[in-house]
């Protein structure tokens, strides 16, 4: 099993910054993908960022120039950095881990962002 914790949700003024961080501890196989999706009232889960345990990352393109996600293989922590926030990336966020092998996906409990206009 694999567990995430969440951290760094919050209210934020439309152009300010968050980083969001989440802590992965378990079971965790080495050959691995980290998430971070998000999810606004009415509408469905969706990508924000993705990093592979090779570094190799993948973000939409509403994000893109963004948000920078990372990750520190060896705490088993990724992070995500969203700069220039706007009043549509208010939403709640998930951590998220799959394991490649596996194909195991594991969640977080989901953080809190806000940007106000």
């Known amino acids: 099993q694999v567990q995430l914790v969440e951290s760094g949700g919050g209210l934020v003024q439309a152009g300010g910054s968050l980083r969001l961080s989440c802590a992965a501890s378990g079971s965790i196989r080495s050959d691995n993908a980290m998430a971070w999706y998000r999810q606004a009232p009415g509408k469905q889960r969706e990508l924000a960022a993705l990093i592979t345990s090779r570094g190799g990352t993948n973000y939409p393109a509403s994000v893109k120039g963004r948000f920078t996600i990372s990750r520190d293989n060896a705490k088993n922590t990724v992070s995500l950095q969203m700069n220039g926030l706007k009043p549509e990336d208010t939403a709640i966020y998930y951590c998220?881990?799959?394991?490649?092998?596996?194909?195991?996906?594991?969640w977080g409990q989901g953080t809190q962002v806000t940007v106000s206009s």
């Open positions: 998220n881990l799959v394991e490649i092998e596996t194909w195991r996906s594991y």
